[in-house]
């Protein structure tokens, strides 16, 4: 209650002063902000010593920083030069200010990490992000407004920077504070003040720009409410709680962390933005480059501690399974102490000192351990056994006899330390478990606090190991011959008694159903042994009877597993366990315990043959083929071939007649693969459509070819799958050890063999050749740079005039694709469109494409706004049929305003082979867009006059293999004639292509083929030199 009256009474009191400054006279002006100020370091210095913090120094910090600010106040307010209004600069206060803010920073820093068990280094990156961004948007609208103001020095210009970044700092400081600790009244008023302040310091730089500032206005609010918030924060009781040790709390991310982390990150190029559409340049690029820079670092940095905690995190769990598992196996009291020292000590760290005290009602003795015991509970824990979460107690809150028994250590000056109290909780108690107990863990606060959690997770696992050896230990006292008795004559297993004689002494009830209608008291245990086991029995039963032991274990000296014979005749196989007790003389004899495992080992052997063979075919799968192909290669017997194989058009069977009709194939196909092959070869399926052969012992490469030319042939028959058939041929890439050191080294030589096999074409097989290597090498590379020219801007576009015939006037041009490689110069297409399409580029290399030619056209267009040329641009099947395509034209005509009649798409015939509905409606709607469709290389591909009545086309293009043969040879010339008449017959306007001389589009001319493109026009030029020959082609009309 006095300490309310008296907050109340400085509140009180302050808001009467800041009444006063605002009414008294100018010249009052300088005593009332003196008393002010005063009050509030009076306010700090009584709250320190009433409510006695932890860190009493850290505080005294703060109180410094506090007087300092209250002198510079003064020493600033004495220099005024009699009226009202503040110098645009004073040094005599300066030096005071910056003393301030530096005691200011230590205070916050040393709060925010008293606060913390852990640096939160990430938190402390976020800080200094929202440090950076806010101080790059003061720098450019305040800092560098003051430098271009007159000054008076040196020391002026850094005064004008320094005050700028102490504000950024000090609100930086206070978000790390509001981070780190817990959010009470005190913090609260931290905050409000150092806002307060923050923002009146700055409106209050930014109005000294022109030279002075009046004083006694609303501004000084905010000087005032840094004095009378932190004042207030010092005299309030949560004070106490900023520098308290606290278990850690689950922080998480918060939107508006998120959300304000942006913010601050997007201010260098939302300036950046600014300045280039605002200003004629960049006004302050190399500070927007700087500070981006550092802000990429820090974001580098706050990763890699992210990292680094999720590599703790993974050692730290790891360490907590082991320790579980020593738990779960500890078998005593004593275990259990030596499993939980371990424990601590990898979870507190190395080189900590630390004493732990099981306090439990599980025990009812003392256990110690090297640094701990493990006590019984009793009326003086009842406080600590009600507890359900881990708590912070001090030292002098334990009982004498459990801090003398803990040892709990206390610091030099005398004070309490903290111990850590965790519950042992048993049971699914919902949130308030039962407790069976408490674990008390005496250590340096910071790594106590710090693993608090995994301590928890040490403290429920020696719950649930306490209690069950408390519960082993009531079983084991409850153990009779009555309740043996009980267990035996109701126990599946079998258990015998063979005496000295190797007769059988007693035989439990159990025995009848495994064995039969039979006494078997008084015959010998061997008598039922399978006769097949007998020998192999008589030699394991003649070595336990002649080394005498306490224990003996079948399976330290022979097979658990015998198989023994029933009345009936018929075998049961038995898993058997023996313990010698020969030397008690309530038993006398050799105990066996025999278990039926006959379905087990039934089960075993089914599970053992599916995980190693294909369910569909019942071929070897992945790992039996490995295991095979490791041992071959280790015997070293012969040559030792590989086979891949992989069924050409597969999908094709499946899209076709369906999934189960595909599976029948793929049966036949392994029927097939094992006909084959030797008896002691292996055949395997690799998985979908994909097989491979282990061929072991062979006399030499030639033999794995022949190996492979059978299985070629054979897979080349056609197959009859519900009623229809299929033709499912097959490539095989071959790799031998001839080739290889190893195995690994001989899967990827017939990898890539068979890689060359498919690409040769299909029903082919290749034995990996070392030349292959380099080639296939060099693909890769190829690919590789092929994805990074997408990506550096390597790849551009050449376009050639198709001009009309008649007259020489440009239609269009064709955009064609050039690379300029970094090494190998300037690429035409035929050098890596086969890499692009086996690696799926060719779809973004066609986007870009499109992109780019449209763009072309539209430029085209504006400068020749009638009768301006069309653009063709060569689409791929691949990315035809890519889903969104004929979206992606839609858009890109829509985004350059360019109408769909200066845009015409050439493909290829290897389009239209498939009979696919969606191709077929794709490009009707590419038609019906108005954009033209052209076929590419009309007559070098497959049915080409078939599908010109029923595909939806505009534009026919005569290859270069016609034309180029036309004028020296009259069969050509009437090819061409009929391709040009049965075009006309069809509707569709005609391009020939690779026109080379004038005597080559004269005969073209005289066909009726209105247009051509070729050398004798022009060759492929950049986009600058085609707009230059539209202007000449104009000009010269």
Not at 546 to 571: C, E, I, M, V
Request: net charge negative.
């Amino acid at each position: 209650m006095t300490r309310r009256i008296g907050l109340a009474a400085y509140g009180l009191w302050m808001a009467v002063l800041a009444a006063i400054y605002f009414v008294v006279p100018d010249s009052w002006l300088t005593g009332v902000w003196t008393v002010i100020s005063a009050s509030s370091v009076a306010a700090v210095y009584v709250g320190i010593r009433i409510n006695r913090p932890r860190m009493a120094r850290t505080w005294l910090w703060f109180w410094a920083a506090i007087v300092f600010l209250a002198a510079s106040d003064l020493a600033f307010n004495l220099t005024l030069p009699g009226g009202p209004a503040r110098p645009p600069l004073t040094l005599s206060d300066d030096i005071l200010l910056l003393i301030s803010f530096v005691l200011l920073g230590v205070a916050l820093i040393k709060f925010a990490r008293a606060a913390e068990p852990e640096r939160d280094r990430p938190a402390l990156i976020d800080v200094l992000v929202l440090i950076l961004g806010v101080g790059l948007l003061v720098w450019v609208l305040t800092v560098e407004a003051n430098f271009q103001q007159p000054q008076t020095g040196v020391i002026a210009d850094v005064l004008l920077i320094a005050y700028p970044v102490a504000d950024i700092l000090l609100l930086g400081l206070i978000v790390r504070l509001v981070t780190a600790v817990r959010f009470t009244p005190a913090v609260l008023l931290l905050v409000l003040g150092t806002v307060g302040y923050v923002v009146a310091d700055a409106l209050f730089r930014v109005g000294r720009v022109d030279g002075a500032w009046p004083i006694g206005v609303p501004l000084d609010l905010g000087y005032f409410a840094l004095y009378g918030f932190w004042g207030a924060a010092a005299l309030v009781p949560s004070m106490r709680k900023i520098t308290e040790w606290e278990l850690p709390r689950q922080r998480d991310v918060t939107v508006l962390r998120l959300v304000l982390l942006a913010f601050c990150a997007l201010i260098p190029p939302a300036i950046l933005f600014y300045e280039s559409l605002a200003f004629e340049s960049v006004r302050h690029g190399v500070v927007i480059a700087v500070a981006s820079l550092v802000m990429f670092l820090l974001v580098l940095t706050r990763l890699g501690y992210l990292a680094q905690r999720l590599r703790e995190q993974i050692a730290r769990e790891r360490g907590l399974r082991d320790v579980t598992a020593a738990l779960v196996s500890a078998a005593d009291n004593e275990g259990i102490a030596d499993a939980l020292d371990d424990g601590i000590r990898r979870v507190l760290g190395p080189g900590t000192n630390y004493r732990f005290l099981l306090l439990t009602d599980g025990v009812n003795s003392e256990t110690p351990g090297r640094h701990m015991g493990i006590l019984p509970t009793d009326r003086s824990h009842e406080a600590i056994r009600a507890l359900r979460e881990p708590t912070l107690i001090h030292s002098g809150d334990l009982p004498a006899p459990t801090a003398d028994a803990l040892g709990a250590r206390r610091v030099s000056d005398g004070r309490q330390t903290l111990i850590l109290a965790l519950p042992l909780p048993i049971g699914e108690g919902g949130e308030k478990p039962d407790t069976i107990g408490a674990m008390l863990v005496d250590a340096a606060e910071r790594p106590l606090v710090s693993a608090q959690d995994r301590l928890a997770v040490l403290a429920s696992q020696a719950a649930l190991a306490i209690d069950r050896v408390a519960l082993s230990e009531k079983l084991r006292k409850r153990t009779s011959e009555e309740y043996f008795r009980a267990l035996v004559h109701n126990a599946a297993d079998v258990i015998l008694i063979v005496d000295s004689d190797d007769r059988i002494a007693y035989a439990s009830p159990s025995a009848q159903a495994m064995f039969g209608d039979i006494d078997l008291v008084g015959s010998g245990l061997l008598e039922h042994s399978a006769p097949a086991e007998r020998h192999r029995a008589e030699r394991v039963f003649r070595r336990l009877q002649a080394q005498p032991a306490d224990s003996a274990d079948l399976n330290s000296r022979g097979s658990t597993d015998w198989t023994l014979k029933r009345a009936d005749g018929t075998a049961v196989q038995v898993e058997i366990s023996v313990r010698d007790l020969r030397d008690d003389p309530t038993v006398r004899g050799l105990v066996f315990t025999l278990r039926d495992v006959t379905d087990k080992r039934r089960l075993e052997r089914e599970l053992t043959h599916r995980a190693n063979h294909d369910a569909l075919t019942g071929l070897a799968n992945r790992a039996l083929f490995a295991e095979r192909m490791q041992k071959a290669i280790d015997a070293r017997r012969g040559v030792v071939g590989v086979l891949f194989i992989d069924l050409d058009d597969f999908k094709v069977v499946n899209d076709t007649l369906g999934h189960a009709s595909g599976d029948q194939v793929l049966k036949a196909v392994g029927r097939r693969i094992s006909a084959a092959l030797r008896p002691h070869d292996t055949a395997a399926r690799l998985g979908g459509d994909e097989f491979s052969v282990l061929i072991d012992d062979a006399g030499e490469p030639a033999d794995v070819e022949d190996v492979a030319d059978r299985i070629t042939r054979a897979l080349r028959e056609p197959y009859t799958i519900a009623g229809h058939q299929i033709s499912c041929s097959a490539s095989i890439g071959i790799g031998t050890t001839a080739d290889a050191e190893d195995g690994a080294e001989l899967l990827r030589q017939a990898d890539l063999a068979l890689y060359v096999s498919k690409g040769a074409g299909k029903s082919q097989w290749r034995r990996y050749q070392p030349e292959l290597h380099t080639t296939i090498v060099e693909q890769l590379e190829l690919r590789a740079e092929l994805d990074h020219a997408i990506h550096n801007n390597q790849l551009v576009l050449e376009y050639q005039p198709i001009v009309r015939l008649s007259d020489g006037h440009t239609a269009g041009f064709e955009a064609l694709l050039r690379w300029n490689h970094p090494t190998r110069g300037r690429l035409a297409p035929d050098a890596f469109i086969d890499v692009a399409e086996e690696s799926g580029l060719v779809v973004p290399i066609g986007e870009w494409v499109l992109k780019t030619a449209v763009e072309a056209a539209r430029t085209w267009r504006r400068e020749h706004p009638t009768g301006a040329p069309y653009v063709a641009v060569n689409v791929s099947a691949r990315q035809f049929r890519t889903p969104g395509f004929v979206r992606l034209i839609k858009r890109e005509l829509a985004g350059h305003g360019l109408p769909p009649s200066c845009l015409m798409l050439e493909i290829t015939e290897s389009l239209l082979l498939r009979d696919d509905e969606q191709v077929w409606d794709d490009l009707a709607e590419v038609r019906r867009l108005g954009v033209r469709v052209a076929i590419d290389d009309f007559g070098t591909g497959y049915s080409s006059l078939s599908y010109l009545r029923h595909v939806p086309l505009d534009v026919l293009k005569i290859d270069r293999l016609f034309t180029g043969t036309i004028a020296t040879s009259a069969q050509q010339r009437a090819l061409v004639d009929g391709i040009v008449r049965l075009a006309h017959t069809l509707g569709l306007e005609v391009v020939a292509e690779g026109i080379e001389t004038t005597e080559e589009r004269d005969l073209l001319r005289r066909t009726g083929c209105p247009y051509g493109q070729g050398f004798l026009f022009s060759r492929p030029m950049p986009l600058p030199a085609a707009l230059r020959w539209l202007r000449l082609k104009q000009l010269a009309a």
